[in-house]
C-alpha cells in the first residue's frame, strides 16, 4: 500500500507552496491528503481534515504568517488542530517555518493582533519540540520536503512491523458497533487491563476493532493513539478477549433455558 502524507498549512497565502509540495509528494511515488481533495462531503472541514491526519502515516507542517480561521468550539486554528491530530497519533512530523528575512510576503498574508500572538506562540512550540526547517520561497521548500521525506520513508522502510501494522489498521473497516451504554460498561470492565490511560475516542475504536476479531489492528489504533508500547497494547488486549469471553460465558450461565416456564 502507499504511503500517505497529510499536507497541512493555511490555504490563501500558501497555496503555490502546498501545490509544489503535493507534486514533489507525487513524484516520490507517495499519496498526499489535503483539503484540496475534499469535494462534496456531509462532514465539516474539521472532521474531515482529522479524519485525514488520523488515516495518514506521516504529515508534513507547513507554517507561514497567518494562524488560519478558528474552531470556535477549541479557539485555536484549523493548523493548529491538524498539528495536534498529527502529535496525538504519533505520527512522524515534518515541520517546515517561513524564513521571515527572505521569503516575500504580502501584507494582506500577514496577520496581526491576537492571531499573530497565537502564530508566534505556536512556532516556538514547534522550534522546541522539532528539528524545523526554514523555507525561502515556495520552490526551496519543495525541494527540503523532497528530501526530507525521501529520508523519512527510508527509516520508515526500516521497521517492518510497524508498516505492516499500519497496513492492517488502514485496512481494517470491520468494527462491531457499540451503543453509548455497552461501551461504557466495557470501559468500565476492561480499561484496567491497560497501564495507561487511553482517550475514550481511542479506547472505542480499539474495542469495536477487536470484537469485531481483528486484534492486531486494534493494538495499532491503541499504540498509534497513546504513548502505549505495541507490546503492551497486545497484552492488554489478550486480557480483553479473555474477558470477554467469560462474560459471554457467565451471561449464558445466567440465561433461562428455552424450555423454563
Known sequence: MTAAIFVSSTFADLERHRLLVREAISRLEYQSKAMESFGALPET??????????????????FGMRYGSIDSS???SLTHLEYEEARAMRL??????IDENTHPVLPKHVETGASAERLAELKATLKKSHVVQFFSSAEDLAAKVTQDIVRLMGAMSKVPTAQVLSQIATNAILRHPLTAPRFEFLRDKLSHL?????????????????IAGDNMAAA????????????DAVHGLMGVEKALVQMVAKHKASAPEKNDV
Do not use: Q
Open 45 to 62: 472541514p474539521k472532521e474531515e481534515c482529522l479524519r485525514l491526519v488520523r488515516s495518514a502515516n506521516a504529515y508534513v507542517g507547513i
Open 74 to 76: 477549541s479557539g485555536k
Open 92 to 97: 512522524p512530523r515534518l515541520i517546515y517555518i
Open 194 to 210: 491497560f497501564n495507561h490511560e487511553i482517550p475514550e475516542s481511542v479506547f472505542r475504536e480499539a474495542i469495536e476493532i477487536a
Open 220 to 231: 495499532f489504533v491503541l499504540s498509534r493513539g497513546t504513548p502505549m508500547p505495541l507490546d
